[in-house]
């Protein structure tokens, strides 16, 4: 178990292997080291809580949290509260799960290290910040693209699973 939860963002175009990469970390994650895992994803496109449904009419009519619970063990929470990503990380981490990992999908502009997934190499330069510490995605699924010109590593998960690991020292 880490002595504190740490944080890896994910970014990348839609399409490039983010929630794949995910998926796979979590199940290796879990598998090897039984790590508590949370996601936080941003949802460009629409909206979480849709109008007419209760958990909406609750939020709208003033209340500040609504929750929903079903025969499924599935929770969800929606707040109608504007928070930002910080905000976010510092309540789950002091909720009431104790936490290993927190992966965030889908920010841009972050101060953690982060993967960059890609398709192609041509989508890497763009998307490069100080931040990112590997490049993976669809990409790695590609036989001979690693590229030695952006200075990072290009990781595989599934088959490079340690380099992982040593990357964002999760040993």
Excluded at 27 to 52: P, S, W
């Amino acid at each position: 178990m880490l002595t504190r939860c740490k944080v890896i963002g994910l970014v990348g175009y839609s399409g490039s292997g983010k929630t794949h990469l995910i998926e796979n970390a979590i199940k290796l994650l879990k598998k090897n080291f039984n790590y508590q895992i949370a996601v936080i994803k941003n949802i460009h496109e629409h909206q979480i809580d849709e109008e007419g449904k209760d958990t909406f009419k609750y939020l709208m009519a003033g209340g500040n949290y609504a929750i929903t619970k079903n025969i499924y063990q599935e929770t969800t929470v929606f707040i109608r509260k504007p928070l930002d990503l910080p905000q976010i990380i510092d309540w789950i981490s002091k909720g009431p799960f104790q936490l290993d990992l927190i992966f965030i999908e889908g920010f841009r502009n972050l101060e953690y290290p982060t993967i960059l997934c890609v398709k192609d190499l041509e989508d890497v330069k763009s998307q490069l910040t100080i931040h990112v510490k590997m490049i993976s995605g669809l990409i790695c699924e590609k036989n001979n693209v690693i590229s030695d010109n952006f200075n990072l590593p290009f990781v595989n998960i599934e088959k490079q699973f340690q380099k992982f690991l040593e990357i964002f020292d999760l040993k």
